[in-house]
């Protein structure tokens, strides 16, 4: 079963724009991690923030993650057209070996 | 450094025949985790190993197994192959298994699995 809900589905903008990405959960976590994935080849690792964390930067990604609202979101600034992909939040739940538990993921087509 | 790599990338197999999917992981990495991913979905998590031990197994039926080799990697194994096993299969490394994970998996490119 699928532990993360990704918000939205497919999103469309135009380079230069920002792109922000929404994740809810359902269990308590150890960390939350944010995956990419280009034409459904091979997971990237973007970013990864601790439970203890709110906010975490890395070059133009942002992640914040609100543990009381179970819920994350990953902010992509002045979008390019190599970020169009499908980008995953994955949580590591509380108690696990470290076994990831993926969303659905969301589908970004950044247009030139 | 060579990343983790899988193979084959693309494999076509028959309902009711079997399938040995390959991992080698990162260079020092001990840890190997197995996923299926179905089209249009996120990655499902199958089997760990770390050590050549099982440490953790995913909600999949008995057809699949898997085990670790003494140089760490890896081998997934599918029986009585159904069409509904048609998937990317991923394998990720790390370094080591620890509770809370402080570090994301290095992920391989896949194996695209089809079953006819």
């Known amino acids: 079963s699928q532990q993360g809900e990704e918000d939205p589905q497919a999103l469309s903008i135009q380079e230069g724009e920002n792109a922000t990405m929404n994740c809810s959960y359902k269990?308590?976590?150890?960390?939350l991690q944010w995956y990419r994935q280009n034409s459904g080849r091979g997971l990237v690792h973007l970013i990864l923030i601790r439970s203890n964390e709110r906010e975490k930067h890395s070059g133009r990604l942002r992640v914040t993650l609100d543990t009381s609202k179970k819920s994350s979101s990953l902010l992509i600034t002045a979008s390019r057209a190599a970020d169009t992909a499908s980008y995953f939040c994955a949580t590591d739940a509380f108690g696990s070996q470290g076994n990831l538990i993926f969303g659905k993921g969301t589908k970004l087509s950044v247009k030139p | 450094d060579a990343g983790v790599t899988q193979s084959p990338t693309h494999l076509i197999k028959t309902r009711g025949q079997h399938v040995t999917l390959r991992c080698s992981p990162i260079?020092?990495?001990?840890?190997v985790s197995w996923y299926q991913q179905v089209l249009g979905q996120g990655p499902q998590f199958i089997f760990q190993?770390?050590?050549?031990?099982?440490?953790g197994r995913g909600n999949f039926p008995d057809r699949f197994s898997a085990r670790q080799f003494p140089n760490y990697s890896s081998e997934l194994n599918v029986n009585a192959l159904l069409l509904g096993d048609s998937a990317l299969y991923l394998c990720?490394?790390?370094?080591?298994?620890?509770?809370?994970?402080?570090?994301?998996?290095?992920f391989g490119s896949g194996t695209r699995l089809t079953v006819v």
């Open positions: 260079s020092g990495h001990k840890s």
């Open positions: 990720a490394s790390s370094l080591v298994l620890v509770q809370g994970l402080n570090y994301g998996y290095t």
């Open positions: 190993y770390y050590e050549k031990e099982e440490r």
């Open positions: 269990t308590s976590i150890n960390n």
